[in-house]
T-cell receptor, first 115, second 114 residues
Framework: AQSVAQPEDQVNVAEGNPLTVKCTYS??????LFWYVQYPNRGLQFLLK??????LVKGSYGFEAEFNKSQTSFHLKKPSALVSDSALYFC?????????????FGGGTRLMVKP | KAGVTQTPRYLIKTRGQQVTLSCSPI?????VSWYQQTPGQGLQFLFE???????NKGNFPGRFSGRQFSNSRSEMNVSTLELGDSALYLC?????????????FGEGSWLTVV
């Protein structure tokens, strides 16, 4: 079964410092990987996805993610954190490789950016 | 282009009652899926509809059901509500034609069962 794991429940970073939110995956076949962000009392917002091609994927709000096949990781990064980046971040992968709107999510990582 | 719209945003129901939640997908999207989010279980897939047919189903009891209309709008229904059904219910839409399609979520419907 396809799955993702987020090993950190919370990440703390100072404003202006680089941030990394970790995600590892377990899939059969070609991986399709997604990152979403959830602000308090809101739905999920799409940040970026990896389908194929360049290992560095650029997304919304200055975020990027690095796909690493040998380490089966897809870590989310940003060069300079903002207080407004504080939110809950989810990594996700399709439940299977068939066409379908079905994702399985990691447990989420709460990012706290302190001024 | 309007995003995924869910109604109502907040509702409170009593144990044993039933509830219907509504979702309007992004224009042109034929796939609509539903997810339940709780602090304990995280985000879990409920079911997916594509062109008015249930295409995929998660591991939830039969009290949870849904349907999709010809205009791609979708509803989900939960019957005989239990306290544990209190959750954020998220609707998501995509074109649904390939596994890597971007999936867009609505703001969710907060259900509290008392």
């Amino acid at each position: 079964a396809q799955s993702v794991a987020q090993p950190e429940d919370q990440v703390n970073v100072a404003e202006g410092n680089p941030l990394t939110v970790k995600c590892t995956y377990s899939v059969s076949g070609n991986p399709y990987l997604f990152w979403y962000v959830q602000y308090p009392n809101r739905g999920l917002q799409f940040l970026l996805k990896y389908i194929t091609g360049d290992n560095l994927v650029k997304g919304s709000y200055g975020f990027e993610a690095e796909f690493n096949k040998s380490q089966t990781s897809f870590h989310l990064k940003k060069p300079s954190a903002l207080v407004s980046d504080s939110a809950l971040y989810f990594c996700a992968v399709p439940l299977n490789n068939n066409a379908g709107n079905m994702l399985t999510f990691g447990g989420g990582t709460r990012l706290m950016v302190k001024p | 282009k309007a995003g995924v719209t869910q109604t109502p945003r907040y509702l409170i129901k009593t144990r044993g009652q039933q509830v219907t939640l509504s979702c309007s997908p992004i224009s042109g999207h034929r796939s609509v899926s539903w997810y339940q989010q709780t602090p304990g279980q995280g985000l879990q897939f409920l079911f997916e509809y594509f062109s008015e047919t249930q295409r995929n189903k998660g591991n939830f009891p039969g009290r949870f059901s849904g349907r999709q209309f010809s205009n791609s709008r979708s509803e989900m229904n939960v019957s005989t509500l239990e306290l544990g059904d209190s959750a954020l219910y998220l609707c998501a839409s995509s074109s649904g034609e390939a596994s890597g399609n971007t999936i867009y979520f609505g703001e969710g419907s907060w259900l509290t069962v008392v």
